[in-house]
């Protein structure tokens, strides 16, 4: 058993500091890992989406997985969305995973080329884009009204999210994974799980697997009839899976088969840390040695 990273601010703001996936190095350890926990390779496949591109390709390159990454583009409006995801694709499986909100990612803004333009005049040279002190993702986080989407009516934020990076995941899904059948996990922390259960009012995946996942919408049962194929895990007090308000105008609504754990090594719950996607990750290896 690992040492444990345990509660810290910082592994609740910034997880992308701590590799995913302790202690497994190979092919081997990864498969076995999927045997007996595969809840906690889906926390860890959430806690990757937050890693750098090219460390998580490297990782996954020694599990014997193929990966594709997916990124917003710089060509829709003024604002540069920071939205993450990525396809891991073994010989007997396949999983999606969302990034959640990254605090520390600053805003960009692209700037308006008539502005560059009348500053070159000048002699001055701007950057094509500017930080300002917000996170982006927290530009889909405030977007909280509602819109409808397949039969059921969700988070407009949220939503705006998935949409941005699902054509070209689901090209590759289509392309990769569906002419041999083969089954395709979506997962996700934070507003990647609310990004992961948009995803699967679209696609047939064999499981949605949340970890701290906000309310998403109304009726989504309209739009995944099936509750079993979602699978959200509520850490403790974890807040972010009541702050999307449920009162009148708003009733959002959550989904699916709640499971809650609890960081008993610590204490027991905890509304400052039980968000940490690190944290679910360490108390589902502890308090679920060998599900299947």
């Known amino acids: 058993m ?33 045997q007996n926990n595969p809840m906690w390779v889906l926390a860890n496949m959430a806690h990757a989406a937050y890693c750098a591109p090219a460390d998580m390709e490297n990782c996954f390159r020694g599990f014997e997985a193929v990966t594709h990454f997916y990124e917003s583009g710089a060509d829709n409006g003024p604002v540069i969305h920071g939205r993450q995801a990525f396809l891991a694709i073994w010989a007997d499986k396949a999983i999606v995973s969302f990034r959640g909100t990254e605090v520390s990612e600053k805003l960009r803004l692209k700037t308006p080329d008539a502005l560059r333009a009348a500053t070159e005049k000048l002699g001055w ?15 889909d986080d405030l977007n909280f009204m509602t819109t409808a989407y397949r039969r059921a009516r969700v988070h407009k934020g949220f939503l705006e999210a998935t949409l941005d990076l699902w054509p ?30 948009i995803a699967g009012m679209t696609y047939p995946f064999e499981r949605i697997v949340t970890f701290g996942a906000p309310r998403v919408g109304q009726d989504l049962h309209q739009a995944i009839t099936d509750p079993s194929r ?63």
């Not at 040279?125 to 530009?139: G, K, V, W």
């Not at 974890?238 to 610590?266: A, K, L």
């Open 2 to 34: 690992p040492s444990r990273i345990g509660r810290c601010l910082d592994a609740v703001l910034n997880p992308k500091h701590y590799p995913p996936f302790p202690d497994i190095t190979t092919a081997e350890s990864f498969r076995q890992a999927w």
């Open 125 to 139: 040279t701007l950057p094509e884009a500017l930080d300002a002190f917000l996170a982006t993702d927290i530009l």
């Open 168 to 197: 070209a995941i689901e090209a590759d899904l289509v392309a990769r994974c569906a002419p041999s059948n083969l089954p395709v996990f979506v997962t996700g922390h934070s507003l990647g799980g609310a990004m992961a259960l």
């Open 230 to 292: 979602h699978i959200r895990y509520v850490n403790g007090n974890d807040p972010e899976t009541r702050i999307v308000p449920s009162f009148y105008p708003f009733q959002y609504q959550h989904h699916g088969e709640r499971r809650t754990i609890v960081d008993q090594n610590h204490g027991g719950p905890n509304v400052l840390y039980d968000h940490a996607i690190v944290i679910y990750a360490e108390v589902l290896r502890e308090t679920l040695p060998s599900e299947a």
